[in-house]
């Protein structure tokens, strides 16, 4: 399922055109993006958390030049689903 798809779906359930269904959307993932870019979790009752995950700096290897690189501790996103979505999903 695309953003296209969800906005349709949404506009057809709600009765809302598009274009203010599109921009709430969108609202939505900027807000989700600013805040994790800030380091701070979104929890969703019901749905699920959007978080930011730290990564420990490691070692990799670049096997075509053989060599060894450092890759620098740093952060990622990451989502968890809750319970009751996990559930829905397993149905």
Known sequence: MTKADIVNEIAKN???????VLATVE???????????????????????FIVKERAQKTARNISKNTTIIIPAHSIPSFKPSKTFVNEVKK
Do not use: C, P, Q, W
Request: charged share 30%; proline share 0%.
């Open 14 to 20: 709600t009765g809302i055109d598009k274009v203010s």
């Open 27 to 49: 609202a939505f993932m900027d807000t989700i993006k600013d805040s994790l870019a800030k380091k701070e979790n979104v929890y969703l009752r019901g749905f699920g958390s």
